[in-house]
Each structure stands twice: as C-alpha cells, then as structure tokens.
C-alpha cells in the first residue's frame, strides 16, 4: 500500500479512536443539589450528605470510579446533566421533563415530602392547594414537586423563583412572599442550622410526597452501569443501609446546630 494511501487512512482513522475514548466510563462524574440538607448540601469545600454516601458507597462497592463534583444551585446541575457534563445526580425526583434526558434508578432513595413554609407570625388559612390561590408564593430554582402539583403552580399560583432557599426565607421575613414551598426535611434543617426555628413554620398538608431517585444522564457511556446499580441499591435497602445512612445525616446535621 502507497504511503500517501496509509497516512490518509491513519488520519481518517484517529478521529474515530479519539470518540470512541470520549465515549468510554472513566469515571462517574456525580453532583446533586447543593441546598437540600440532609439529602445533599455543599459545606464550603465538599458536596455531602445522605445521598452522596449512598451513591459513593453503591458506587466503591461495584469498584467504579467516581468524583463528587460541585457544580453550583440546582438548576446548573439540571443544565449540567443536559449538557453531557456530569453523569450522575444523586437525588432527585422523577418528571417528565426530565425523564427526556435522565435515566431513573428503579430503587428510590427516600421519601420526600414537600411543605408550605410561612412567618409563624403571619400564618395564613391553609388546608391544600387551592388555599394559596391570590398569595405570592417562593420556590428554589430547578426545583419540582410531582403528583400534579407543578402543572398546578404553573396555572394558578404567582410564584417568585431564587437560587437559595435562604433567600426565600428571607423575603418571607421582609413580607415581599406569603409562603415558600420547599422539601420539608431539607427547610427544617435550613431553620435548625440558622437558629430560626421559632421564626417559620410548616403547614399541613404536605403539598405532595413522592419519592427521590439517582438519576443517570442518558448521553453519558457509564449509564452501562444502571443495571449493576439498581441490583446495589436494593441490596442495600435490604440490608437497612439506605436508612442508615440518612439517620446518621439527620443526627450530624443536629449535632452541628448544638455546636
């Protein structure tokens, strides 16, 4: 074969062998919402929490690389996913809309209820949704809230949406919303480490209560790892683990607001 003829094929072939590497499981790149304590939260240098011990656990136990990465509120974890940037999103609901470009593990996680969040000096008249008809509402950027909720909020209810959830705590002080819809776990722990307890109260009944699951993002090669993953997780839930590990997190997370 003429030179000219292999150096052509090499460099058509180089192309080919550089996707292929891209599209090989070096690692799993996981993140999660960095404001959902005790689920997951970002303490100023690591991502942690309930979640992120499960999944790392899951993960070393089928000795599969990993690294927990950072990536900002939720919605640029949302975007990341999308993006093909991360892998993995260690708890999260399961929609619709993002079911276009995540992967659901068939073990759910924990169950997640979410609540109404109002000044406990400004309580308002509240026995479900359509009781915050007319009231300006807050939610967290990215956030969703499942069982026909979110296409409620979307028809009926003016909401203003933040970053952080401490920010919608605080315009629930400075009276600029009524309320705050946020999980019910991730707000009381909020209140317990800012010391503001006896500032807000949640309401009854829950706005919903579905269950939270790890997500794989369908354009990443380590969804490979789904099956092997689901078979770990329900391993794990039957052995107690996952209950476990969100006990210790919810008993940490109250050790630090003594401190």
Excluded at 15 to 27: F, I, T
Excluded at 42 to 53: M, N, P, R, V
Aim: aromatic fraction near 10%.
């Amino acid at each position: 074969m003429p030179m000219l003829i292999r150096c052509v094929l090499f460099l058509a072939l180089v192309p080919l062998v550089a996707l292929s590497q891209e599209k090989e499981c070096r690692k799993v790149v996981v993140s999660a919402d960095s404001d959902y304590a005790p689920l997951q939260w970002y303490d100023g240098k690591h991502l942690t929490g309930a979640s992120i011990e499960i999944v790392t656990t899951a993960l070393s136990a089928l000795s599969i690389p990993y690294e927990v990465r950072y990536v900002g509120p939720f919605h640029r974890v949302l975007k990341s996913a999308q993006d093909g940037e991360i892998d993995m999103i260690a708890s999260l609901k399961d929609t619709p809309e993002r079911r276009e470009y995540l992967a659901y593990t068939s073990v759910a996680l924990f169950s997640n209820p979410i609540a109404v969040f109002v000044a406990r000096d400004k309580k308002i008249s509240y026995s479900g949704w359509q009781d915050l008809i007319g009231k300006r509402g807050g939610v967290t950027l990215g956030n969703q809230f499942g069982n026909g909720f979110d296409e409620f909020l979307q028809n009926n209810l003016q909401v203003q949406a933040e970053q952080k959830t401490y920010m919608n705590f605080k315009k629930l002080e400075l009276r600029r919303i009524d309320y705050l819809i946020t999980g019910y776990y991730s707000g009381l722990a909020y209140l317990a480490t800012s010391g503001q307890n006896d500032r807000f109260v949640a309401l009854k009944p829950y706005v919903s209560e579905s269950d939270n699951f790890i997500a794989l993002t369908k354009s990443s090669p380590c969804i490979k790892h789904l099956k092997a993953l689901n078979l770990q997780l329900d391993t794990m839930r039957h052995e107690g683990k996952l209950k476990l590990i969100l006990d210790k997190h919810m008993a940490l997370l109250a050790q630090r607001t003594r401190q």
